[in-house]
């Protein structure tokens, strides 16, 4: 089973606009992912938040952790035709042994209108 | 310099046979994980192999075998295909063992009829 859940599941917008998609998940966590899926193939990693940190930023992509709520989110300014993809987080999980395992959520499909 | 690089790209097997994908990680890179994603959904951990040896299991069948090689390339194996084992199998490689920024091949798309 998976550990997180992402919302919204899909989400359609105009170039220009922001996307924002959220993530839950049910375990304590050392840190937490975003990668990026283009027309289902390999992922992308974009961004990576740890445990004791509440906001990075990277480019124009934004992300927040609130650990007490068990949830993070992802926002995309500005976005562009070429930011269509599936976007996952994923969370290594403390107490998965060191096993390097990383849990996924179901993703969100973002569509970005030209 | 290559990324991850997986063979091969697309897979038709019938029930009952066994599969073998390949897995060649980034120059440097001695970690490879293995993951399934069904269509729809994110992808799940099958194995992570580190300096050759097996570091983690998934909630998989023992049909699904992997090893990794002295140059730290990979196989993963599935042993009385099943339909349900149609997925997109992908591979990734890091650095270390904590998986903190996996590097991910293109996948393999096994179809099982």
């Known amino acids: 089973s998976q550990q997180g859940e992402e919302d919204p599941q899909a989400l359609s917008i105009q170039e220009g606009e922001n996307a924002t998609m959220n993530c839950s998940y049910k375990t304590s966590i050392n840190n937490l992912q975003w990668y990026r899926q283009n027309s289902g193939r390999g992922l992308v990693h974009l961004i990576l938040i740890r445990s004791n940190e509440r906001e990075k930023h990277s480019g124009r992509l934004r992300v927040t952790l609130d650990t007490s709520k068990k949830s993070s989110s992802l926002l995309i300014t500005a976005s562009r035709a070429a930011d269509t993809a599936s976007y996952f987080c994923?969370?290594?999980?403390?107490?998965?042994?060191?096993?390097?395992?990383?849990?996924f959520g179901q993703g969100t499909t973002l569509q970005v209108k030209p | 310099d290559a990324g991850v690089t997986q063979s091969p790209t697309h897979l038709i097997k019938t029930r009952g046979q066994h599969v073998t994908l390949r897995c060649s990680p980034i120059s440097g890179h001695k970690s490879v994980s293995w993951y399934q994603q069904v269509l729809g959904q994110g992808p799940q951990f099958i194995f992570q192999?580190?300096?050759?040896?097996?570091?983690g299991r998934g909630n998989f069948p023992d049909r699904f075998s992997a090893r990794q090689f002295p140059n730290y390339s990979s196989e993963l194996n599935v042993n009385a295909l099943l339909l349900g084992d149609s997925a997109l199998y992908l591979c990734?490689?890091?650095?270390?063992?904590?998986?903190?920024?996996?590097?991910f091949g293109s996948g393999t798309q096994l179809s099982v009829l």
């Open positions: 994923a969370t290594d999980g403390v107490g998965s042994g060191n096993t390097g395992k990383l849990i």
């Open positions: 192999y580190y300096e050759k040896e097996e570091r």
């Open positions: 990734a490689s890091s650095l270390q063992a904590i998986n903190e920024k996996l590097f």
